[in-house]
């Protein structure tokens, strides 16, 4: 452990690129959770954990720690944080909403045209010679396509204003209608009827646990497509290969999964999906700027009692 920045010891739970965990460093003395030791003296010492929305968060391990006071995650959802645990213990959760937003678009954007033209494909057929022998199939404009945001948020916004330049028309569905010029379906069902194109955008948790299910994929139809940047939790996953399967969707483009990292799964074996690793916000502009705006909740949190960005507990 490095010593000593003033501020009290966090523990670390979770994996975070080298250059983000050497910033960490360079202002608090972090403790992995493998080094978490049973002495209750070293438990006593930690004051806040930082970590990464992608890990969950067990309440018999904030139970070991009884000076805790402040959970920080770098990311913008917190699903795999007990928020009520933490809320009757009265520690603060912060995440880092806002500074991500353009790149988990620029992803989703990017997982739709890949979808749409075949990219992933195509690339094999250069690499493979196989363009040598024949022509490769024809892929789907993006331009027309209606397309149905689940979760019109911060970073829905981010991609509807990506969409627009292409020539996508937008609607979109969440609990309550916006002041925004697009059509709101109160019910996801009518709204995959109504697009070409579904993604989900929403938060993860009890609330949107697997809404995306076998009726809403049916209302998609055959020449329809998924895609999720939000949880893996929003879409039954089961449903989701028998679509794909069945060809009752036409394709589906994921960033998240059920459980992640993705193991051997029938959807590595379909040509009809994208997938990509969880990477919605993996740039290096973007893991630095969630870094700095974590830090920030932390010093301030434990210069002045409030911290930035704390959620609604
Ligand atoms: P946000 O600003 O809170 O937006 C969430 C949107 O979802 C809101 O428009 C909200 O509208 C809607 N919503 C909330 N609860 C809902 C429900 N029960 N049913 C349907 N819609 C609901 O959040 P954000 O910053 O855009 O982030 C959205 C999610 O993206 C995060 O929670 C996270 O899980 C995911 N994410 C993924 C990555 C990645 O790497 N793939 C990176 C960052 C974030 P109403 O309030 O009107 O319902």
Do not use: T
């Given at each position: 452990m490095a010593i000593s920045s003033g501020f009290p010891p966090l523990l670390k739970i979770g994996v975070f690129p080298c250059a983000v965990e050497a910033r960490l460093r360079t202002t608090f003395d972090l403790v992995d959770l493998h080094e978490l030791d049973d002495t209750a003296d070293q438990r006593a010492r930690i004051q806040g954990i930082v970590t990464r929305s992608n890990y969950r968060i067990p309440v018999e391990l904030l139970e070991r720690l009884p000076n805790l006071r402040i959970i920080c995650t770098?990311?913008?959802?917190?699903?795999?944080?007990p928020l009520s645990y933490a809320r009757n213990r009265g520690i603060v959760v912060t995440n880092t909403p806002d500074v991500l937003n353009k790149a988990v678009a620029e992803l989703a954007v990017g997982l739709v045209l890949a979808l749409l033209r075949n990219i992933s494909q195509a690339d094999q057929f250069v690499r493979t010679g196989a363009w040598q022998a024949g022509t490769f199939p024809l892929g789907l404009n993006l331009a027309g396509k209606k397309v149905g945001m689940v979760g019109l948020g911060r970073i829905g916004k981010e991609i509807v204003a990506r969409l627009l330049p292409f020539e996508a028309t937008i609607a979109y569905s969440g609990r309550q209608r916006q002041d925004v010029e697009w059509p709101y379906f109160n019910d996801l069902g009518a709204l995959a009827a109504h697009v070409d194109i579904l993604i989900v955008c929403c938060p993860g948790g009890q609330a949107t646990y697997?809404?995306?299910?076998a009726q809403v994929l049916d209302a998609l139809g055959p020449t329809g497509i998924l895609v999720n940047i939000?949880?893996?939790?929003?879409?039954n996953q089961v449903d989701l290969v028998n679509a794909l399967v069945n060809k009752t969707i036409l394709g589906a483009a994921l960033?998240?999964?059920?459980?992640?990292?993705?193991?051997?799964?029938p959807l590595s074996r379909l040509n009809n999906v994208v997938l990509t690793?969880?990477?919605?916000?993996?740039t290096h502009e973007t893991r630095m700027a969630m870094a700095e705006l974590a830090i920030k909740n932390l010093t301030d949190f434990f210069e002045t009692?409030?911290?930035a960005t704390p959620v609604a507990q």
């Open positions: 770098n990311g913008v959802g917190y699903d795999g944080i697997q809404i995306i299910d939000a949880r893996g939790s929003v879409v960033d998240v999964f059920e459980e992640e990292p993705l193991a051997d799964s690793p969880h990477m919605g916000s993996a009692g409030q911290a």
